[in-house]
């Protein structure tokens, strides 16, 4: 920080505060203009959230349903077919018999299936000796998928296996003969989902394309702005004027402002009405909390741009500062407490990830307290630092 | 002839040259890509570890004691609280220092004594479902495997059916093995395709592109010119991920090393085209910025990079049939990790050749007549 800086701004006198207003609002108007000369700005900033929120709200899904699973019976005993019948009541599962192995390892390779359950030949055999065995092949390669359907078809056989010791246990209760076995019970679990009755996760993916859409709207159309006037050279022009630093990034700030706030309250819209995402915590609460990213999301897209004064190495740098670290590293899809400590480090020091744990929070759970006030300090910290920094980077060129 | 190919080298050089020359450039192209790949591949991962749990345990008995025995030694979780009354369970939940309580009730030794069913409730923190989810079937597991072993315990049969599992491809079915052949192409893919949508919106912006035009070349020399230096770029790009994936993650590679670079030349071509065609349809940088980043959103989400595509609705599954993304990731995956040789991924290639086909010769067309 330069002393000449200081002085600069420091003097106000009466006129000079005047002045604010009136430059503020003629720059302002200029930028409002310039904003508005290019329609693609202003389509980008409104109808682009709507269209985001649309195609993600219904497209992206963690939910695993109609997995296809490739059934080879090569038992055509009762037995098997009993053992079997648990899948077909699975809504998750699609078993699609096939004849042989052979066919079965072909569909797998093409991708058609995701997994080959087969059962043996001498299957009732074994299963009678107390020994059946099933083979339950998985396509690894989509991971995800492959640990859901392994769970499935686990379950599905766990419960084959608790009817048919309940089948038992009549039978001998029946015969009359001693049970060899002190009665003992069983532990049975009674998992209850908070936040999240449905149990979908368009619920919390939506919080999360919301973040993405606020920091796409906020630091990307920012990004260019100052860059663009330095590399035509009309920011020294600027300079030359009574304008000060902080009335030219304020201006800059406002209209981007209002568009990256027009494309919020439209996704929260789509949230309510489309997706019937709840929205449990306080609007205002809400809308605070948006308003601090979008300043933070601003002091990105402003810093990066006076920093760099290069509008490609600014166009870059946001793609890699804002965009991917708000998809990968936020927690929007990959939880945080399953990363190794020095990835939750870089994603905790992310403003993304704060946000979004803010908005997941106020629509899932509603107000809790310790969580808003902590995450609404750290934005709040961010974007008086990004701004602060935006203004300082700003201001030394002049000097 | 010759003199085509010389004009060619000589923009090719002087494209090269304008991207490169500049040392914050040169490092924004490759360091970024060498971190991301690093901290994405850890970073993506949907499997639980050391998930945090809190525990009210109102039996205190030896059975209980014996059941949290088991959850602790799996791994997947770390116990963070003990706490003394139902009364805590909400704030705990919900300030997100657990992200499941355990709650076993006063009469669970009894019940378990007495040959009933012994209820445990889990309650969960479902804000992001998909790890509650998990989260709920390894306690199902656990829970499994200590009735199991408590009925045989106790005399009972073994369980008379077992469940033999194997992964094909990712013998540990790790999320990382999927994820960062896909990053091979992704990561190239962002930076390659901004790279080339900037490129000609520059020009144009700084009234080069005029210039350009003058010039005895022609828009389809001008087109190759500016094709191949972001594609040299990418396959940069693509090799620094490869090398991370490879060595730094130690995923074997399945296929071949020519396959892959044939399958990434076509990726990236493609990618070079939808490029040229954004720089050339926009009269400035911010429009060639704003167009990509509209186009990149719904490709990298659409592509199958984070979520099946077979999870979307039909309508969406056949838009992502326009997406070079999802052919690159795919392809790229069949390479690395199935071992698939060129005719089998010939399906991936050729959209790919397809969709390069198509925008090429739109941007060289839309170079001379576009309106500005």
């Given amino acids: 920080m330069t002393g000449r800086g200081r002085a600069q701004d420091g003097t106000p006198d009466g006129a000079a505060q005047g002045g604010f207003w009136r430059r503020l609002l003629a720059l302002t108007r200029k930028e409002v203009r310039q904003l508005l000369r290019d329609r693609s700005n202003l389509a980008i900033g409104v109808a682009l959230p709507v269209l985001l929120i649309l195609l993600f709200g219904y497209g992206i899904s963690l939910d695993i349903d109609n997995a296809k699973v490739a059934v080879v019976v090569e038992d055509t005993s009762p037995g098997a077919a009993d053992v079997l019948s648990g899948l077909q009541l699975s809504t998750y599962l699609t078993p699609l018999p096939v004849r042989s192995m052979q066919e079965a390892e072909a569909l797998m390779n093409a991708h058609a299936v995701n997994a080959i359950l087969r059962v043996p030949g001498d299957f009732s055999a074994a299963l009678a000796r107390g020994d059946g065995r099933l083979q339950l092949i998985v396509h690894g390669v989509d991971a995800a998928t492959a640990r859901v359907i392994q769970g499935y078809v686990g379950g599905a056989l766990a419960q084959w296996g608790s009817r048919q010791a309940d089948r038992q246990a009549a039978l001998r ?9 002190a009665p003992f019970g ?41 860059a663009r006037e330095w590399e035509r050279g009309t920011l020294e022009a600027l300079f030359v004027t009574p304008v000060r630093t902080t009335e030219i990034l304020l201006a800059k700030m406002i209209p981007y402002f209002v568009v990256g706030m027009l494309g919020f309250a439209m996704c929260l819209l789509a949230a309510h009405f489309l997706f019937e995402v709840p929205r449990l915590g306080s609007l205002w609460l809400l809308l605070l909390a948006s308003v601090l990213y979008m300043f933070v999301a601003l002091g990105v897209g402003l810093l990066i741009s006076s920093a760099t004064k290069n509008q490609f190495i600014a166009s870059q740098l946001a793609l890699l500062t804002g965009f991917l670290p708000a998809l990968m590293l936020s927690g929007f899809l990959f939880d945080l407490n399953n990363v190794p400590l020095v990835v939750r480090i870089v994603g905790q020091a992310l403003p993304a990830t704060h946000f979004l744990e803010l908005l997941k929070t106020l629509m899932l759970a509603g107000d809790v307290w310790p969580i808003v006030v902590k995450d609404c300090l750290i934005l709040a910290g961010y974007a008086v630092l990004l701004l602060g920094a935006a203004q300082r980077v700003t201001r030394k060129r002049i000097a | 002839m010759t003199a085509f190919l010389f004009r060619l080298l000589a923009l090719i050089r002087k494209e090269l040259l304008s991207v490169l020359k500049d040392p914050s450039s040169r490092v924004i192209l490759f360091v970024p890509v060498l971190m991301q790949s690093m901290l994405f591949g850890y970073a993506a991962t949907y499997d639980l570890t050391h998930a945090p749990y809190a525990l009210l345990d109102e039996s205190r008995s030896p059975a209980s004691a014996q059941l949290l025995a088991h959850l602790d030694g799996t791994g997947f979780f770390r ?15 919900d300030n997100q220092r657990a992200l499941m309580v355990v709650r076993i009730g006063p009469r669970f030794e009894q019940a378990l004594m007495g040959g009933e069913t012994a209820i445990v409730q889990l309650i969960l923190d479902a804000r992001n479902s998909t790890t509650a989810n998990s989260a709920a079937a390894y306690t199902s597991s656990v829970i499994d495997a200590f009735n199991t072993e408590q009925l045989q315990r106790r005399g009972g049969a073994a ?16 999320t990382r093995w999927n994820f960062m052949p896909a990053l091979i192409a992704t990561l190239s893919m962002l930076q390659t395709l901004l790279l080339t949508a900037l490129s000609v919106a520059r020009e144009r912006e700084q009234g080069t592109f005029d210039q350009l035009l003058v010039t005895p070349l ?26 991370v994936t490879r060595f730094w993650f130690g995923i074997p590679m399945a296929g071949s090393l020519a396959t892959l670079y044939v399958g990434l030349a076509a990726f990236l071509l493609a990618g070079v085209g939808v490029g040229l065609s954004i720089s050339a349809l926009s009269a400035n940088m911010q429009q060639a910025e704003l167009y990509t980043f509209v186009l990149l959103m719904p490709m990298m989400l659409l592509s199958g990079l984070t979520t099946p595509v077979a999870s979307m609705p039909r309508v969406l599954q056949m838009a992502t049939l326009a997406n070079p993304m999802r052919y690159g990731i795919d392809f790229v995956r069949r390479v690395y990790l199935e071992g698939a040789g060129l005719s089998t991924v010939l399906p991936d290639i050729l959209p790919l050749l397809g969709i390069a086909a198509v925008t090429l010769p739109t941007a060289a067309w839309l170079f001379r007549h576009r309106l500005v």
């Fill in chain 1, 173 to 181: 209760a029946g015969s009359g003969t001693a049970a060899t076995a």
């Fill in chain 1, 186 to 226: 069983s532990v049975r679990l009674e998992p209850r989902m908070w936040f999240n009755a449905a149990n979908t996760s368009t619920w919390y993916l939506v919080p999360g394309l919301i973040v993405l859409i606020m920091t796409l709207t906020g630091a990307f159309l920012t990004s260019l702005v100052v």
């Fill in chain 2, 79 to 93: 116990r963070v609280a003990t706490l003394q009354s139902p009364a805590e369970i909400a704030p705990v939940i």
């Fill in chain 2, 159 to 174: 369980p008379p059916l077992t469940l033999q599992t194997r992964a094909w491809f990712n013998p540990n079915l790790e």
């Fill in chain 2, 218 to 243: 022609s828009p389809t020399e001008i087109m190759i010119g500016k094709a191949i230096p972001p594609m040299l770029i990418g396959l940069v790009q693509s090799t620094v991920v490869l090398l």
